[in-house]
């Protein structure tokens, strides 16, 4: 059983299981505490053999009511790489997809930073009935978009997912990727994972690798790798397409407009942190060329992750809309 309830200005999603049916230690703990960013939040009750889940999904709009305004191209490539990769990034610390509630009425967004939130149910052998393929093609079915002629992007996604008997993650990859930067023919093989990328890309969509660099050696870590310089953006374009950063604790923000942004303690740094000793000076730098966004971990001494994934020092990794990177122990929101 489940259902959506309020209370004052609190709103809460209330679930119920059947009798005798497992919950899952591991999983439950990390609902229970809010471990992880992508989850909403739950409390615990168990009782007769039934266990009942509240998730606060209190200040969240749902995906649906988000659907419902027209979006710009911009909000829909953040939007579908934020679905991705948040997708992505629970199955890789081995939350089961069957248990993630994937209806677009059941993912809630916060509207102010476009971070989604899903509700994972930790029982065992759960089956929430609804797939990412299916939750791709919703989205292309229901999807609305502000300037016209951008109605062929919801087509373009439908034919992806519709494809094949299994969703092509390749495909949709690079989809995704061709929303921001336009495609030229070829594929480009990552050297250090092995995987293939559009020829147009710098970085790797899997390991977040500069594409064209040597394998990285165990010790020392890699150098920064160069780039030939691409060509000045206009500043105008740039303040009017340029994506934002969002310190999750605070909800301070701040529109990337120029082309290095510095994160770190010191009041100099251009994104600074300083009330937190554990945050370096100059802990990161986020950097765009050619409309492609990058970061790299400038020798943090607490280090550095994009989804989950700890950067080696002074070595730049790619940066997709949705990203959640951490500073030493604060969640930054790329979008």
Do not use: W
Not at 301 to 325: C, D, M, R, S
Request: proline content about 7%; overall charge positive; charged content about 25%.
């Amino acid at each position: 059983m489940a259902k959506q309830v309020s209370k004052k200005e609190a709103t809460f999603f209330l679930l119920k299981t059947e009798s005798g049916q497992q919950i899952s230690a591991r999983e439950l703990q990390a609902v229970v505490t809010g471990a992880v960013p992508e989850l909403i939040r739950a409390e615990h009750k168990s009782r007769g053999g039934v266990h009942s889940l509240r998730y606060d999904t209190t200040g969240l709009a749902k995906l649906t009511e988000y659907l419902a305004v027209p979006l710009t191209r911009e909000a829909f490539a953040a939007l579908l790489a934020e679905l991705y990769l948040s997708v992505r990034k629970l199955t890789g610390m081995r939350f089961e997809e069957r248990n993630i509630l994937l209806r677009p009425n059941l993912i809630y967004i916060r509207p102010e930073t476009l971070a989604l939130r899903f509700i994972y149910v930790p029982v065992q052998m759960y089956n929430s009935g609804f797939t990412p393929r299916e939750l791709y093609a919703a989205l292309a079915r229901n999807i609305k978009f502000s300037a016209p002629g951008d109605e062929e992007l919801a087509r373009r996604l439908g034919e992806i997912v519709g494809r094949g008997i299994n969703l092509s993650l390749f495909d949709l990859e690079e989809f995704i990727k061709s929303l921001s930067a336009p495609e030229s023919g070829g594929t480009v093989v990552c050297e250090k994972c092995g995987r293939d990328n559009a020829a147009s890309a710098r970085f790797c969509v899997e390991c977040g690798a500069t594409l064209g660099a040597p394998r990285a050696p165990a010790a020392p870590p890699p150098a920064p790798v160069s780039a030939p310089p691409a060509p000045a953006q206009d500043e105008t374009e740039r303040a009017a397409t340029a994506p934002f950063i969002r310190l999750a604790r605070t909800g301070a923000k701040m529109q990337l407009q120029k082309e290095t942004v510095s994160v770190g303690k010191s009041r100099s740094a251009d994104f600074p942190i300083t009330d937190n000793p554990s945050v370096s000076r100059i802990h990161a730098k986020i950097s765009v060329r050619g409309g492609q966004y990058s970061i790299t971990d400038c020798g943090s001494t607490n280090g550095t992750k994009v989804n989950g994934v700890t950067l080696q020092p002074n070595a730049e990794y790619g940066l997709l809309p949705g990203a959640k990177i951490i500073v030493a122990n604060e969640e930054l929101d790329f979008y």
